[in-house]
C-alpha cells in the first residue's frame, strides 16, 4: 500500500505552490510534514489526498495511477485543523456516517464506532450534537470519523492545534500507537519541531514548496541536510554566525577560535557558517572549553520555566533559551557561552559539511 509521488507539482495563478517533489511513504509509518506557515504542508496533503489535482507529476497507490481518481474512490481520510462535523447528527452518527455511505451492515458500523468512540474517550458523549461539546471534543469527534473508516491513507492537518494543552499531549501519545495497530499511511502536518519528534516515524522538512529532506525523525533532527533543514527543526530557529577555517583552527567571532578535530580537520580553508540551537546558548560557562561571546540583551521573554533571550551580537539576532527565570536588563551586555560540541558547520552553498559532535555521540 506504498505512495508514491512522482514529480508532484502544483502552479497556481504562475505561482508555485509545490516544486517538484518524488517522495514514497510506506505501509504502516507515521510521516510528518514539518514546515512554517505557507510552506506547502496543506497544499501536499490535498495532492495525495485527490482533492487537488498537480499541475506535474503523478500519484501512484499500490503501484497504480491515481491521479486522475475521484477523492471519493480512495481509501482516504483527513482531518484539519478547523474541525468539520455534522452539526444535526449526534457524535454516534457523525462517526458512523463514513461506513454507511460504504453500506456496511447495523452490527458492524455498531462495533467500529464503540471502538473508535472508546479509544478517543467519546463513549459517554454518543447521543450529543457537536455543537453541544467543548472545542476539544468535536476535535476528538472529527478524529474518530476519520478512524473508523480504515483508510489506507490518513491525512492529519494540524489536528491537535485547537486542543488543550493536556488533551494534546495525551493525544501525540496516542496517535503513534493508533497508527501501528492500523497499517495505514499516516501523514501529520504540523510546524512544531518538538511534536513531529514526538510523534517519531519520519520527517519531511518542507520550506516554500520544497522538501529539504526527508529520513527517520531523530537523523533529520540531529543531521540535517542543510541549513534550511537546521532552522526549520528547531523552535526557535538555529542561530547562525559566519567563520572561516585557517589552517588547523575554525575562527569564530570575538576572537575566539577552537581546534579542528575529526570532521572539521578534513575542511578546506576558507569561509563558512556556524549553527547552533537556542537551547544550546548558556549565560552561565558549563565547559572549559566553551566559547564566550559577548552579546546585549533586546528582548527576554519569561515562560514559567524557561527564559527566552533575544540578543543582539554585532548586528546579528540570535535566540537563546534558558532554564529557569533570571534577573535580567534590557539594553545591558550579556555574555553568552556555547559549548563547541554543539555547533554544525555549513559550507557557503549551506550544505551540511560537519554536524554537531553532540549529535554525532546520540
Request: a neutral charge.
Amino acid at each position: 500500500m506504498a505512495l508514491t509521488l512522482d514529480g508532484l507539482s502544483k502552479v497556481v495563478n504562475g505561482r508555485t505552490h509545490i516544486h517538484a517533489t518524488d517522495l514514497t511513504l510506506e505501509p504502516g509509518t507515521m510521516n510528518v510534514l514539518l514546515g512554517p506557515t505557507l510552506s506547502g504542508k496543506t497544499t501536499l496533503m490535498r495532492l495525495m489526498a485527490g482533492l487537488d489535482r498537480p499541475t506535474t507529476g503523478r500519484i501512484l497507490w499500490q503501484g497504480e495511477d491515481v491521479t486522475g481518481m475521484r477523492v471519493q474512490d480512495r481509501r482516504v481520510a483527513m482531518v484539519y485543523q478547523q474541525f468539520i462535523n455534522y452539526p444535526s447528527m449526534t457524535v454516534y452518527d457523525n462517526i458512523a456516517s463514513p461506513l454507511r455511505l460504504e453500506g456496511r451492515s447495523r452490527d458492524e458500523i455498531d462495533r467500529a464506532v464503540k471502538k473508535t468512540a472508546d479509544m478517543m474517550r467519546l463513549s459517554p458523549l454518543l447521543d450529543r450534537k457537536p455543537l453541544e461539546l467543548s472545542g476539544g471534543q468535536q476535535q476528538r469527534c472529527a478524529l474518530a470519523r476519520a478512524l473508523v473508516k480504515d483508510a489506507g491513507l490518513v491525512l492529519l492537518d494540524e489536528p491537535l492545534a485547537n486542543l488543550d494543552y493536556k488533551l494534546r499531549e495525551e493525544l501525540r501519545a496516542e496517535i503513534p500507537r493508533i497508527f501501528a495497530s492500523s497499517g495505514a499511511i499516516f501523514v501529520y502536518a504540523t510546524t512544531e519541531p518538538e511534536e513531529a519528534l514526538l510523534l517519531g516515524g519520519n520527517t519531511a522538512t518542507l520550506w516554500e514548496g520544497r522538501i529539504t529532506q526527508f529520513g527517520p525523525a531523530p537523523r533529520v533532527y540531529r543531521q540535517p541536510a542543510d541549513a534550511i533543514t537546521a532552522r526549520v527543526y528547531s523552535d526557535p530557529p538555529m542561530n547562525f554566525l559566519r567563520v572561516s577555517k585557517t589552517g588547523g583552527r575554525l575562527m569564530f567571532g570575538d576572537g575566539q577560535w577552537v581546534e579542528a578535530k575529526g570532521a572539521l580537520a578534513a575542511l578546506a580553508d576558507g569561509r563558512y557558517t556556524a549553527g547552533f540551537r537556542p537551547n544550546h546558548v548558556e549565560i552561565e560557562r558549563h565547559t572549559a572549553d566553551a566559547m564566550v561571546f559577548h552579546t546585549g540583551l533586546a528582548v527576554f521573554e519569561i515562560t514559567g520555566s524557561e527564559t527566552f533571550i533575544h540578543l543582539d551580537h554585532h548586528g546579528e539576532r540570535w535566540v537563546g533559551v534558558i532554564h529557569g527565570i533570571r534577573d535580567l536588563r534590557i539594553g545591558a551586555a550579556l555574555p553568552v557561552y556555547l559549548d563547541p560540541s554543539h555547533v554544525y558547520i555549513f559550507g557557503e552553498d549551506g550544505a551540511l559539511v560537519a554536524p554537531a559532535a553532540y549529535a554525532l555521540a546520540a
